[in-house]
């Protein structure tokens, strides 16, 4: 299970971004799905001549998820993060390939996203609420300093060709804001190497698709109105090899005294965000970074998050709340991909 931090509690239906299917024309897709990082997966693909069997695609998609999983869930006390995280300062820790990518990958929009994005930002969502334990309290400002004492990817220093880590302070690591991305890309990979050109993968609503669809003709995501008990769709795109990521702030919350905290938390200041956007849709070719960037821009705020987003070349769908609703902010990058 991956399931803490301040972007995997984004609370996602089962396709935060929803497949619009296609019905007609053969080869009949075949589907998988199961249970992984405290969600679902799904699978769609085409077979062709010489791919493997249903079961073998069973067999390999539940071995790499599970690889994923052996590394990066914090749920798991012998996982390679939660021994990570066990470590003492000071000492060089060697980490796996996988493991020291997706530290690199969220390295980089960290420091791309002027540090709106964080993978030690743990601490500041427990001592809101926000973590293992549910809580409704406003926490005290020194609570809040001691926390932020704790945060930071800045304290982690890194030895890439000895794929090795090291902690100059006591920090903790939570992948779960760009896990089930790369869990994605991983499956995607899999799945390329055994000749599946035309499939769909999606976990916990983070999608990477590849080909065409049924029809031949791109595969169609639907972006969801971001309301609670609205599933309206607001948008659609027509995609061939490239992921999707979406990050929503509307379902996670709580009020003290008729004022809302949110579930995204700055680990700049150690607080839940306070601007009006609600949801962000990154369309990128890695679904490790679509995942990641969705949860910064989240914490950026409409016009930070398009202003950043744009200049990243990034192909972004923003939408935030209004007096008349809801507002839209493209990036040009994301123009030509709408249906």
């Known amino acids: 299970m991956l399931k803490s931090l301040y972007l995997s509690r984004r609370i996602l239906p ?10 007609e024309r053969s080869p009949e897709p075949l589907h998988l799905s199961g249970a992984t990082m405290g969600t679902r997966y799904h699978i769609t693909w085409l077979p062709s001549t010489g791919s493997p ?48 990518e997706v530290f690199l990958l969220a390295r980089q929009v960290s420091e791309a996203s002027d540090g709106a994005y964080d993978v030690t930002v743990q601490p500041l969502v427990n001592l809101w609420g926000f973590g293992p334990s549910f809580g409704e309290e406003v ?10 004492g704790m945060v930071g990817q800045s304290w982690i220093e890194v030895d890439t060709p000895a794929s090795a880590l090291l902690k100059k302070r006591p920090v903790e690591l939570d992948f779960s804001s760009i896990a089930k991305g790369y869990g994605v890309d991983r499956v995607a990979q899999w799945l390329l190497g055994r000749g599946i050109e035309n499939f769909l993968v999606e ?24 309301e609670a008990l609205d599933t309206g769709i607001v948008a659609a795109l027509a995609l061939a090899d490239a992921a999707v990521a979406t990050s929503g702030d509307y379902r996670n919350y709580f009020e003290v005294d008729g004022v ?39 914490i950026l705020g409409p016009e930070q998050a398009l202003a950043v987003a744009t200049r990243e070349n990034l192909a972004a769908y923003l939408i935030s709340r209004s007096e008349d609703g809801f507002a839209v902010k493209k990036t040009p990058a994301i123009e030509p991909l709408l249906d």
């Open 14 to 23: 089962a396709f935060f971004i929803v497949l619009l299917v296609a019905c």
């Open 53 to 100: 069997t249903g079961e073998a695609v069973h067999v390999g998609v539940e071995a790499v998820l599970e690889d994923v999983n052996a590394s990066m869930s914090t749920y798991r006390p012998d996982s390679e993060i939660s021994l990570f995280n066990e470590s003492a300062p000071g000492t060089w820790y060697p980490v796996t390939a996988g493991f020291m």
């Open 139 to 148: 926490p005290a400002e020194a609570a809040i300093a001691a926390a932020l």
């Open 203 to 226: 976990i916990g609503g983070e999608i990477r698709v590849a080909g065409h669809s049924r029809r031949g003709t791109p595969w169609r995501i639907a972006v969801e109105k971001p």
């Open 260 to 298: 809302r905290y949110s579930h995204s938390i700055d680990p700049r200041t150690g607080r839940p965000v306070r601007h009006e956007l609600v949801s962000v849709t990154v369309v990128h070719e890695n679904t490790a970074l679509a995942d990641a960037w969705a949860t910064a821009l989240t």
